[in-house]
């Protein structure tokens, strides 16, 4: 997978060389651009931002060094991401979805967003998500990407070792995680459970379910509808 990333804050995304993502890209697995959005200025300032038409507070990301970045990054395989507290949900299935895909480019808009006109221009040459991490706002798109790519990036077939941590998982049975439980086994007056220690595999998975269940009727009835 190819991924690129317009952004004004490009030493944000250094941490990507280290960690699993790091690996996956020395592999050659994840190829990874990221680029500051201020290269596609012309004026001396590197001017990305202007007021507002139409009044209001706090300034606007500007079209042209958007489209110009664009220009040079865009293929015909591009799904473009503006990370935005006014877009779709991320979830689970945002991630597997964004796994499958060639190359992923994402908007990091700062200020109080990018001229609308970006975004509908660039639905005009390629498919264009707008995306939100949840129901609070971050200063910028940045701390959002870094999320998604790393929700995205362990996806990706080779990047996580076994395949199978991938599946026993909070949300990708609907459910949250089971708790989970290593050597010592009693432990400043706690003990593992007994039926960890037990051998019986049934009633292993019997009693791992039964605490998804119970942890997520606790805390996020929404998940089972309720
Ligand atoms: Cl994707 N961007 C910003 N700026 N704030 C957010 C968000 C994204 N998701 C939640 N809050």
Redo the contacts with the bound molecule.
């Keep these: 997978m190819r991924i690129d990333i317009v952004t004004i804050f490009p030493e944000f995304f250094g941490v990507l060389d280290i960690s699993l993502l790091g690996k996956a890209r020395q592999s050659g697995m994840i190829e990874l651009g990221v680029h500051n959005l201020r290269d596609f200025t012309h004026d001396r300032h590197r001017t990305v931002d202007d007021t507002p038409y139409g009044g209001g507070a706090g300034m606007v990301m500007k079209p042209e060094p958007w489209g110009e970045a664009f220009d040079e990054i865009l293929d015909d395989e591009a799904l473009v991401i503006f990370?935005?507290?006014a877009?779709e949900r991320?979830t689970q299935a945002t991630a597997r979805e964004l796994s499958e895909e060639k190359h992923l480019v994402f908007g990091c808009?700062r200020y109080e967003g990018i001229d609308q006109r970006v975004i509908d221009h660039t639905r005009g040459r390629a498919r264009v998500r707008e995306?939100?991490?949840?129901?609070?706002?971050?200063?910028?798109?940045e701390v959002?990407?870094m999320a998604m790519i790393e929700a995205v990036g362990r996806l990706i077939p080779g990047v996580v070792g076994n395949p199978a941590s991938l599946t026993e998982e909070s949300h990708e049975d609907g459910l949250l995680e089971y708790p989970s439980y290593t050597k010592p086994s009693g432990w400043r007056g706690l003990d593992v459970p007994d039926v960890l220690t037990s051998g019986n595999h049934g009633a292993i998975a019997a009693w791992r379910h039964e605490q998804q269940l119970e942890r997520t009727r606790r805390v996020r009835p929404d998940l089972l509808g309720d």
């Design positions: 990370p935005s507290p877009g991320f808009g995306i939100s991490l949840g129901d609070y706002v971050l200063n910028g798109g959002a990407v």
